[in-house]
């Protein structure tokens, strides 16, 4: 089966989030279930420097202004079209703004263009390459179905993943008329948007499926609280919806042989831990006395529930547990985080700024990671969590809520806890979790039985791979019983 994938970020060549993991872990997931994905990706500098000889396979004179190019590539086992337009993609800054943080005015265009390549292709533009079905990433890549839908490639079951439905690639009814879109597109039903044009609503619109990345956020987002506009046209869509959760690459994070541990362990050898915590409390400057070790590792912001957990902080504290925070975000939350390590200093320790190799540490020695989002699509830190014996405290939604099971009375003599839950944008039922794994964690045999369990957990991309693969059959199948 050959399938073209059309995204804005691949891991390793490019990445701000969740989706360029999926994006660059989902090919070779799929290779080995007889699935040949193809990437189409935006020649941003970071990846056009990634490749010497490119040998260009489709040409344009004039894409969006300039001339591009299209050429194939490969990188660490993934098959590649490079978009390569300079006067869209060659900047210094980000994928989708300044180094300011600015976005790019022009993003519609950037990735309008992506979407008329990604069409192209998918209509037979590239000599001897013909995808039997599109798999389009979020609102950069959603054009690509707007455009087989109007064009060519018509007949070409395709499939949109919603990564995260807060953002909409929304933009100004202008844009319309350079969109080289027919002028009935402008309706409805194709690509308008509350007045104006929304990308990531045309791809839903024209998407033969939705997929988003796990079960109950795909009920979540058919519902007010977290459609964000979108929920009228998602629950129109509801019988082609699916929620497939990510898996996580298991040989980048593997206790048993991660670099950046002061110690690798296995579920056999727990108490080696002790080294990594050791080396975790030196870095943020915390006591040594054997009380719970939790951590988060995040954004910082609103969305990441973590002005909730900084309105409790004092009372997380005087619970007993010791807190270190790795993130970056909102200056104000930086900002009460370090005036909390200060306050309470030996008890909370802060580190603001993104280190992977830290992260790693963290996994490998705090005792839990807090996750207090007040939604989250799937969510990955819980699921290194489980792989690493850093026991998940999370909030009951999306992909939190389908990934740990809860430590109730029930799953622990069942001997299927993996974690804990707790009830959404809630400082009491945050604080409520805190105490439950102070408690747990008073009880060694108990707490080592639930990282045991959380470590068995298959969090590989392998069981996600079957699912899309279970998908894209089913869409195929829908084509030859219309043709
Ligand atoms: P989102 O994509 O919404 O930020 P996810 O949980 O899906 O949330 O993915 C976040 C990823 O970024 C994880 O791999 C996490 O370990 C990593 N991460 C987040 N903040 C930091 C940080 N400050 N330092 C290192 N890694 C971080």
């Not at 707490?447 to 470590?455: K, N, P």
């Amino acid at each position: 089966m050959n399938v073209l994938s059309v995204t804005p970020e691949l891991f390793p060549l490019v990445k701000t989030g969740g989706l360029a993991d999926v994006a660059g872990a989902l090919p070779l997931a799929l290779k080995e279930k007889g699935v040949a994905m193809r990437s189409l990706v935006p020649g941003y500098p970071v990846v056009t420097a990634a490749f010497r000889k490119k040998k260009a396979v489709l040409q344009y004179p004039k894409l969006f202004g300039a001339k591009a190019s299209v050429y194939a590539a490969e990188a660490g086992g993934l098959d590649l079209f490079v978009l390569d337009a300079p006067h869209l993609f060659d900047r210094v800054g980000g994928p989708y703004g300044d180094a300011g943080g600015r976005d790019w005015p022009d993003n519609w265009r950037r990735f309008a263009a992506l979407g008329q390549v990604g069409a192209d292709i998918a209509g037979g533009a590239v000599a001897g390459y013909l995808p039997e079905l599109v798999h389009a990433h979020d609102w950069q890549a959603a054009m690509t179905l707007a455009y087989m839908r109007y064009g060519k490639a018509v007949a070409t079951p395709s499939l949109i993943t919603v990564h995260n439905l807060a953002f909409q690639g929304q933009f100004a009814a202008s844009i319309f008329a350079e969109l080289g879109l027919p002028a009935e597109a402008m309706s409805l039903d194709g690509v308008e948007y509350y007045g104006g044009v929304g990308f990531l609503k045309a791809g839903l619109q024209a998407a033969w499926a939705i997929t988003t990345v796990s079960p109950t956020y795909a009920q979540e987002i058919r519902t007010p609280a977290f459609g964000m506009g979108l929920d009228g046209l998602i629950n129109m869509r509801a019988a082609d919806l699916y929620g497939i959760v990510n898996g996580i690459d298991v040989e980048l994070w593997n206790p048993a042989t991660d670099g950046h541990l002061a110690a690798t362990y296995s579920a056999k050898t727990l108490k080696v831990r002790a080294a990594n915590r050791a080396a975790v409390e030196a870095r943020f400057d915390l006591d040594r006395d054997g009380s719970p070790l939790l951590c988060v590792i995040s954004r910082l912001t609103w969305q990441k529930g973590i002005d909730i957990l900084v309105s409790i902080l004092d009372q997380v504290v005087a619970a007993g547990a010791r807190l270190a925070v790795l993130g970056a975000g909102d200056a104000g939350l930086e900002g009460a985080l370090l005036a909390a390590s200060a306050r309470h200093h030996g008890r909370v320790g802060a580190v603001i700024g993104y280190d992977e190799a830290l992260s790693h540490l963290m996994q490998g020695g705090c005792d839990a990671i807090l996750i207090p989002s007040r939604f989250e699509p799937c969510g990955l830190t819980q699921l290194y969590g489980l792989r690493y014996g850093c026991v998940p405290v999370v909030a009951r939604t999306g992909g939190l809520a389908d990934t740990v099971i809860d430590a109730n009375e029930a799953a622990v003599s069942a001997g299927v806890a993996t974690g804990f839950q707790f009830a959404p944008d809630s400082g009491d039922a945050l604080l409520h979790a805190v105490r439950r794994v102070v408690e747990a964690h008073a009880a060694p045999a108990l707490w080592s039985t639930i990282q045991r369990q959380g470590m068995k957990a298959d969090v590989s991309w392998d069981r996600s791979a079957g699912k899309y693969v279970e998908l894209y059959r089913r869409l195929l199948s829908r084509r030859v019983s219309q043709s």
